[in-house]
């Protein structure tokens, strides 16, 4: 990463760069926020635009903005995709997964692009990412993100996506690293990614029981399902729940998000009258 900053031109503070398996100062994974704390200081302290930071074995990307503060890898999504939408005749299409924000769909079709949700997963997304020769790119909340514009293979790799970041962000002028991801996705009010215990052989069975608990609502069940609420008073999308089981642990993964704090909590309350009496999810509710 370093020496692709130097290339670029770009004045740089490096943080842990030697390779260390024991991993000393925080786990690889940055895109949860305890492992961006140091990053998000020193560029406080260095007066930088932003922090990038990659994971262990650079696959995926995670950032902080100007002032310190984590960016969700939904929100970089919603950043690369208005900058290439446009950029490639006859290819318009932007693939995200089921754990994304509802603004990056909203990003996406602000820019002129036709939005696409999938199945979360590296292989589900290359997969999609193959079957669709007009797609710009594919990306996922995990960090993962697979350019398919200028020639580039579809995969996902660290380095090429900070340097597509920095590209774009050479062309902002005076502009700050928060203000731009706030035009273009703004912070919801979440719950987060919550992790509901559950036995393996109830996982599927209680999916789709809460899929019928929403029946009533319009749902995706593209990975579980991930049901959309509208507005009590105009027919535009208010917030969704998502409901899936995860493919390695004994567990379901729930996330809500809404646009504003009220909505959050009256759509809580209506998972909490339907889904309750299926499963405990006194952890999402908290």
Known sequence: MS??????????????CDWDSSEPNHGADPTRPKNMLDLGKAVVENG?????????????????DENGEFVYPD??????????????????????DVKCSMNVEKAILAAGGRPMMAKTGHSFMKRVLAENPDALMAAEMSG???????????????????????????????????????RLAPNLPT????????????KLE???????????????TIDGVRVRFSSQFEDQQS????????????????????????????????????????IDISKLLV
């Open 3 to 16: 020496k692709l900053l130097d290339m670029m031109g770009c004045e740089h503070i490096d943080l842990y």
């Open 75 to 96: 929100r970089l999504i919603a950043l690369l995709a208005d900058d290439v939408v446009g950029s490639e005749e006859g290819k318009d299409l932007l693939i995200y």
């Open 191 to 202: 719950t987060g990614e919550v992790k509901i215990p559950c036995p393996e052989n109830k």
């Open 239 to 278: 917030g969704w729940f998502l409901a899936r089981k995860s493919n390695t642990e004994p567990i379901l993964v729930m996330r809500v998000e809404a646009v504003n704090q009220s909505e959050l909590s009256r759509i809580l309350n209506l998972i909490e009258q339907r889904v309750s009496s299926l």
């Open 144 to 182: 993962h993100i697979f350019m398919a514009d200028r020639g580039w293979y579809g995969f996902d790799c660290s380095l090429y996506n900070a340097a597509r970041i920095l590209e774009l962000w050479s062309r902002k002028n005076d502009s700050k690293f928060s203000v731009e991801l706030d």
């Open 206 to 220: 209680i999916v789709e029981a809460i899929r019928q608990a929403f029946s009533d609502f319009e749902s995706s």
């Open 48 to 64: 930088c635009e932003f922090g990038l930071g990659a994971d262990g074995d650079g696959d995926r990307l995670g950032a902080v």
